[in-house]
T-cell receptor
């Protein structure tokens, strides 16, 4: 089975712009979670989607949003980018919403100038 | 209460040594404690995990020790190799099935 794929892998934007990141989960997985990873801060949970519904949401401002499609693919959007949004954005998929193991993609490296 | 505190932030060990990474938590509702390993340019990958009804779990050279009363758990790597050099994250799952992550430990194994 193919692993979790994320596109694009690298992105450079300027302050005030918006960005959309994409995640394709492992085939058959219905749960997708998004994380922001910055040096020294570990992984900060953004949100989780299961069967097209947002199940959990982390403590991020409303500029961060996401959605999940009927084929389980997910997108996250960040509007009005700030310098502090520069980070590695990771997507993880799991079989369903209470499965133990999350499988991570390689991430999208976002740089905001 | 939702925090997982991980230490040390970085660790350098000679090949063959036993690096130990520690994590502590407060929320007694956490029910699943995984460790993830992350290499540069890759996403984290599950290494080993434990549930609170077990005090120790071994998988190959990796061992988790779990102390429920102290609310602490740790990762030990036996006979460490340069290929084990990576960042290690502990995590704990809450009642909403959300993983709460430690800040990570950058481990370097010197040849």
């Amino acid at each position: 089975k193919a692993g979790v794929t994320q596109t694009p892998r690298y992105l450079i934007k300027t302050r005030g712009q918006q960005v959309t990141l994409s995640c394709s989960p492992i085939s058959g997985h219905r749960s997708v979670s998004w994380y922001q990873q910055t040096p020294g801060q570990g992984l900060q949970f953004l949100f989780e989607y299961f069967s097209e519904t947002q199940r959990n949401k982390g403590n991020f401002p409303g500029r961060f949003s996401g959605r999940q499609f009927s084929n389980s693919r997910s997108e996250m959007n960040v509007s009005t980018l700030e310098l502090g949004d520069s980070a590695l954005y990771l997507c993880a998929s799991s079989l369903d919403d209470n499965t133990d193991t999350q499988y991570f993609g390689p991430g999208t490296r976002l740089t905001v100038l | 209460q939702q925090q997982v505190k991980q230490s040390p932030q970085s660790l350098i060990v000679q090949k063959g040594g036993i690096p130990i990474i520690n994590c502590a938590y407060e929320n007694t509702a956490f029910d699943y404690f995984p460790w993830y390993q992350q290499f540069p340019g890759k996403g984290p990958a599950l290494l080993i995990a434990i549930r609170p009804d077990v005090s120790e779990k071994k998988e190959g050279r990796f061992t988790i020790s779990f102390n429920k009363s102290a609310k602490q758990f740790s990762l030990h790597i036996m006979d460490s190799q340069p290929g084990d050099s990576a960042t290690y994250f502990c995590a704990a799952r809450d009642s909403n099935y959300q993983l709460i992550w430690g800040a990570g430990t950058k481990l370097i194994i010197k040849p």
